[in-house]
């Protein structure tokens, strides 16, 4: 784990700015529908509108400035919300999942491109989702479990 936090360029690619993208939207639809002034933002910077179920999530990650590095296959990185519903805090049953919350689903601050090996370090190690969710406080104030600070992006 201390290889990858000490060398996170190599292994995360962070969003440059935070960004709500489609307030509302949840991952629960199997395809998305982008509204006309959405698709002309995403047509201006470069970026095809992703219909898939994650795609909203991509698409918010891309327009605020986030870089999805290429595997060797040639698929991009994986995009990871660091709030994943999976370890809660100390003395707490629940955390933010936030591909089932429309405050959440496409907030690129809470948006983050896996290296492979990262992508599954984040989802069977506690202490390194916890980092991954520290890091998004610093960068961006990022916290809907109010665990780092009182403020909420």
């Given at each position: 784990m201390e290889i990858v936090r000490e060398n996170s360029p190599s292994f995360i690619s962070w969003p440059e700015r935070p960004l709500l993208l489609l307030p509302g939207?949840?991952?629960?639809?199997?395809?998305h529908q982008y509204p006309a002034e959405v698709r002309?933002?995403?047509?201006?910077?470069?970026?095809?509108?992703?219909?898939?179920?994650?795609?909203?999530?991509?698409?918010?990650?891309?327009?605020?400035?986030?870089?999805?590095?290429?595997?060797?296959?040639?698929?991009?990185?994986?995009?990871?919300?660091?709030?994943?519903?999976?370890?809660?805090y100390v003395n707490r049953t629940t955390t933010t999942h936030a591909i089932n919350d429309g405050r959440y689903f496409t907030e690129a601050a809470g948006l983050v491109a896996l290296h492979p090996l990262a992508h599954a370090m984040a989802d069977e190690f506690a202490e390194f989702a916890w980092w991954l969710r520290r890091e998004a406080y610093k960068r961006f104030g990022f916290d809907p479990d109010r665990i780092f600070g009182e403020t909420q992006a």
């Open positions: 939207v949840t991952r629960e639809i199997n395809y002309q933002q995403l047509r201006e910077a470069g970026i095809t509108p992703d219909s898939r179920n994650n795609g909203p999530a991509i698409c918010s990650f891309l327009l605020a400035g986030g870089v999805r590095p290429l595997r060797q296959t040639g698929k991009g990185w994986n995009i990871h919300h660091v709030y994943d519903g999976k370890f809660p």
